[in-house]
């Protein structure tokens, strides 16, 4: 459960993460505003209260969301206006002139973001990404507060039924290095295959 | 009609007004070039033309349409995103620092406008691609990445990738000025062979000389204006205006003068 929480609240988080950046780039003041909004509400609420808004509060006005697709939401909500800065400042650091190039041979903005603005800024910004997951994969530990069944969650069920909270909770420490630790060596042998035709 | 007709053109940034007032045709195989003293507006001036930079006032057709905005009664509004990169396609454009992609092979970045934009079966835009390298002497070099190259190799490349959307006008920006000397050659020998053979251009360019020998008509720029123009043996040698003269004489005697 917790490899389909941090998984799925990835992938929600990028998605909205690019898309949120595009809108803050993008020469629309509405659309940046839009944008502007979303980072800030989401930044600055801390993620188990926006959890407990969407569990609890939406629940409470008969939207009941099951607690694993309360935690994707919460996740992938808070995580795209996290990400929407990382994006921003990767597409950033792109110098101008990829854009303009890309306009002369007849791109419109949105092809020249897609296939010669985020794939350089995506090279960039993967160390960050790679923090986020790890963060993320950790962050998700805060689900089991709306009971959803992953690793920690488990984990305290297991103490309440066995007492045994040291051992518990160190094998539990395992668990989530373990996961980590893989991501990382991806991470490695994605920024060197993404170095292709740049000298480091 | 010309291939290029520009009306009125003015471009403000803020309170600078770069270029105030400029009107110009470009007829279909003409060579044109624009030279004068940096911030005369030389570069402002060609990036209004494919509206990489959008002019305050005035107005730019190129091939019968008015680019970047359409006449909706007696306004104008600005044309959808759609629209304006259809109109870019036909407008190659070369640049000062290259900006080739340098994420993609030699051969990615010319075949990749013609696959996305002009929507050409891959392998047409791949042997399309091949020929232009060819042409622009770096068949060999087809999958390197633009860093291995050199600054002339990669502004080749970028003449390539501008010449594979088989644009009707040629636009280059000052192609040769970040180059090192010994390379500016190879760069000059593929614009002039495209000049040959009949292409449509107009070049921003320090390189009086090679202005000289291409262009059928040149122009001097100076403060956001159009201080004069004609052929290059009346601009080069008998310029009838002061400020030409002064350019001219501070350009090409390139000795160490007192301070």
Do not use: W
Not at chain 1, 31 to 36: P, T, V
Not at chain 2, 23 to 32: C, I, S, T, Y
Not at chain 2, 162 to 187: C, I, N, R, W
């Amino acid at each position: 459960m917790t490899v389909i929480v941090t998984a799925g609240s990835f992938v929600v988080s990028i998605v909205l993460g690019i898309i949120s950046a595009g809108c803050a780039t993008s020469r629309s003041p509405v659309l940046r505003a839009i944008s502007y909004a979303y980072v800030e509400v989401f930044r600055a609420v801390p993620i188990l209260t926006q959890l407990f808004i969407i569990y609890f509060g939406l629940g409470s006005i008969g939207i009941k969301l099951n607690p694993i697709p309360a935690a994707l939401v919460g996740f992938g909500l808070n995580g795209g206006a996290n990400l929407t800065e990382v994006f921003r400042g990767g597409i950033g650091a792109i110098d101008h002139g990829q854009t303009e190039a890309a306009l002369s041979i007849g791109m419109n903005p949105l092809m020249a973001l897609r296939y010669i603005v985020l794939p350089q800024a995506f090279r960039i910004v993967l160390p960050s990404l790679t923090n986020f997951a790890i963060g993320l994969l950790k962050d998700t530990s805060l689900a089991s507060a709306v009971a959803a069944p992953e690793l920690s969650f488990d984990a305290n069920t297991l103490v309440e039924r066995t007492f045994q909270s040291p051992e518990i909770y160190i094998l539990l420490a395992l668990f989530y290095l373990a996961m980590s630790l893989p991501l990382s060596a991806l991470a490695t042998s994605l920024e060197r295959r993404s170095a292709r035709g740049h000298r480091a | 009609m010309p291939l290029v007709r520009i009306r009125g053109l003015h471009k403000r940034f803020g309170a600078v007004e770069v270029l105030r007032g400029i009107d110009l045709d470009v007829h279909a195989g003409e060579k044109v070039s624009i030279i004068g003293p940096s911030g005369s507006g030389k570069t402002t001036l060609l990036r209004c033309i494919n509206y990489i930079g959008q002019p305050s006032e005035g107005h730019v057709t190129v091939n019968g349409s008015l680019i970047g905005e359409k006449s909706v009664g007696d306004r104008f509004v600005a044309l959808s995103d759609r629209s304006l990169a259809r109109q870019r396609a036909g407008i190659g454009m070369v640049f000062q620092r290259f900006n080739l992609f340098p994420h993609l092979t030699v051969l990615r970045n010319i075949e990749l406008g013609p696959v996305k934009v002009l929507k050409v079966a891959p392998a047409e835009a791949r042997e399309r691609a091949l020929t232009l390298l060819r042409k622009v002497g770096l068949a060999d070099k087809a999958a390197a990445y633009p860093e291995m190259l050199s600054g002339g190799q990669q502004q080749r490349v970028a003449i390539a990738r501008a010449l594979a959307m088989q644009p009707k006008l040629m636009l280059f920006d000052e192609a040769t000025s970040a180059l090192d000397p010994e390379l500016v050659g190879e760069v000059l020998a593929v614009i002039a062979q495209l000049a040959s053979e009949g292409m449509t251009m107009i070049l921003v360019t320090h390189e009086m000389q090679f202005a000289e020998d291409i262009s059928d008509r040149v122009i001097f720029m100076d403060h956001g204006k159009i201080v004069e123009q004609g052929p290059p043996d009346q601009i080069f040698h008998a310029p009838t205006h002061e400020r030409t003269r002064a350019f001219l004489r501070a350009v090409l005697d390139r000795r160490a003068k007192p301070l």
